[in-house]
């Protein structure tokens, strides 16, 4: 499975941003598809994820700015950002795999494709 990440860009603080990541596939069965981010310097961590049946699970720098979702009709997955901050700034990744239980989301190891990132900056 290939996955495209896009829609990043240069933003101020403070503004939205809408992130689309496309499997070259559509999913089905127990698929999860996760957001993950990694600034310069820093390791690759956890935004957001949603899995099959709709259940959702943010990092906590993500709660209450970021939403994910997904049109099934189009085969789609979102990560909607408000309110960004510099400390945003990073690549942002998508990445899917099966089987991934709830609780092991946040681990990036749990997933078997990843998107190439499309790169979100924020200035201040």
């Known amino acids: 499975v290939q996955l495209q990440a896009s829609g990043g860009g240069l933003v101020q603080a403070g503004a939205s941003l809408t992130l689309s990541c496309v499997p070259s596939?559509?999913?089905?069965?127990?698929?999860?598809v996760g957001w993950f981010r990694q600034a310069p310097g820093k390791q690759r961590e956890f935004v957001a994820a949603i899995r099959w049946s709709g259940h959702t699970v943010y990092a906590e720098s993500a709660k209450g700015r970021f939403t994910i979702s997904r049109d099934n009709a189009k085969n789609t997955f979102y990560l909607h950002m408000n309110t960004l901050k510099p400390e945003d700034t990073a690549i942002y990744y998508c990445a899917t795999g099966v089987g991934i239980i709830y609780s092991n989301l946040h681990n990036a190891d749990a997933y078997s494709y990843w998107g190439q990132g499309t790169q979100v900056t924020v200035s201040s």
């Open positions: 596939r559509r999913t089905s069965g127990n698929y999860a």
